[in-house]
Each structure stands twice: as structure tokens, then as C-alpha cells.
């Protein structure tokens, strides 16, 4: 069956400093992966996708993603955080074998520390 | 500019109530969902459509009818069914479904208070 984990409920890094949020996924055939944000009382803006073409993705922002798939991981990251970064952030899977069903992760928060 | 455009931002219900959430979308996008959203729960998907005058029920239909009676436009009625509709309601379209899912334009939100 399909589904998608992030393992982390709430991440907290100091201003300038590495950003990593992690995401799990599995999928019984080649899924599509996506990362979304969301700021506060908006909707969700697309970070990035990984629909089978290069494994390493870069996003807005200076946001990328790699597709692992022996690891079955499609992790964000970020080399320096900046405060507009705070925000909560979805992974998303998608495939045809799942029925074409959209998944998301239940979310992280990212804080960002001054 | 091309969206989605949510109204409105913030709704109030009263035991008993039906109220409608609007969603209007100028992509000229065939599909369009609604969601709703609680906290440390992510998108729970409500309905989705594909096509005009076509709709399938979601993960949590129950309490919850939709239209499409044009491409433009998807809006949610929360009945008096629904028992705990306090929650943010997200709209969202795509280009397609899954598959060759290209990702969602979402709309701002409403945000949906019993009182």
C-alpha cells in the first residue's frame, strides 16, 4: 500500500545553519514525490517534484531533494536557513499503482532560532 | 494572474447550519479537490472532480456535498451532518489526476468555525 512518513512532527535549526527534513515513503511502483510549504492561514505552495527524471531535485528557494530509492527516502534540505523559512512542510506521494492516489505526510514544522 | 481564489477567508457556523465554501480556479484546470486540514493530521482529501457535472467522494465525504456545474468553480456545503466541522478547508486544482499528477495550485483557505 502506498503511504508517506515524515519522522520528524517539529524541526528547530539557528538562522544560517542546514536544514534537513526527512520523508519516507512507500510506493509499489515508481511514484512521483513532491514537497509543499505552507506559511500560516495560506494554502500550500509547490517546493519541488521528482517524477523519474534526475534524482536530485532543486526547488524554489534554494530548496533540493534527493530520490533514494533503495532508501526509499525523498529528504529536503537546505544548506543555510533564513527566517522566512518557518513554515510547516508536506511530502506528497503519488502512483499509478496506488489507484492514482495522492498521499501527504502529516506535515513538519521547520522553526527557525535568531 | 492565474489561481485559485477561496471565499470566504474566515466563516462562522451555527449548530444546526449549512454553510457553503466558495472555490473559483482561472487555470482552466480540469480537476479540482477540497481538503480539510487539522492540526498534526495533514490533507484529509473530502471530494474531488474531474470532469464538469462529475464528482467522487473522498476519504471524508460523510457531512459534506459538492457541485461542479461549471469548470470554474467546485464549492463545499458543510451540512448540519458533519459533527466537527471546525478546520481549515483547502480547494486545489490540476491539470490531471494522479498518474501524470503534475502537483496543486491551492487556493488560501477558509477557515471554518462552530459557534
Known amino acids: 500500500a502506498q503511504s508517506v512518513t515524515q519522522l520528524d512532527s517539529h524541526v528547530s535549526v539557528s538562522e544560517g545553519t542546514p536544514v534537513l527534513l526527512r520523508c519516507n515513503y512507500s510506493?509499489?511502483?515508481?511514484?512521483?514525490l513532491f514537497w509543499y510549504v505552507q506559511h500560516p492561514n495560506k494554502g500550500l505552495q509547490l517546493l519541488l517534484k521528482y517524477t523519474s527524471a534526475a534524482t536530485l531535485v532543486k526547488g524554489i528557494n534554494g530548496f533540493e531533494a534527493e530520490f533514494k530509492k533503495s532508501e526509499t527516502s525523498f529528504h529536503l534540505t537546505k544548506p543555510s536557513a533564513h527566517m522566512s523559512d518557518a513554515a510547516e512542510y508536506f511530502c506528497?506521494?503519488?502512483?499509478?499503482?496506488?489507484?492514482?492516489?495522492?498521499?501527504f505526510g502529516k506535515g513538519t514544522r521547520l522553526h527557525i532560532l535568531p | 494572474d492565474g489561481g485559485i481564489t477561496q471565499s470566504p477567508k474566515y466563516l462562522f457556523r451555527k449548530e444546526g447550519q449549512n454553510v457553503t465554501l466558495s472555490c473559483e480556479q482561472n487555470?482552466?484546470?480540469?480537476?479540482m479537490y477540497w481538503y480539510r486540514q487539522d492540526p498534526g493530521q495533514g490533507l484529509r482529501l473530502i471530494y474531488y472532480s474531474q470532469i464538469v457535472n462529475d464528482f467522487q467522494k473522498g476519504d471524508i465525504a460523510e457531512g459534506y456535498s459538492v457541485s461542479r456545474e461549471k469548470k470554474e468553480s467546485f464549492p463545499l456545503t458543510v451540512t448540519s451532518a458533519q459533527k466537527n466541522p471546525t478546520a481549515f478547508y483547502l480547494c486545489?486544482?490540476?491539470?490531471?489526476?494522479?498518474?501524470?499528477?503534475?502537483?496543486?495550485?491551492f487556493g488560501s483557505g477558509t477557515r471554518l468555525t462552530v459557534v
Open positions: 487555470l482552466n484546470h480540469d480537476a
Open positions: 506528497v506521494v503519488s502512483d499509478r499503482a496506488g489507484g492514482d492516489k495522492i498521499i
Open positions: 486545489a486544482s490540476s491539470i490531471v489526476r494522479g498518474g501524470d499528477y503534475d502537483g496543486y495550485t
Open positions: 510506493s509499489s511502483y515508481s511514484p512521483s
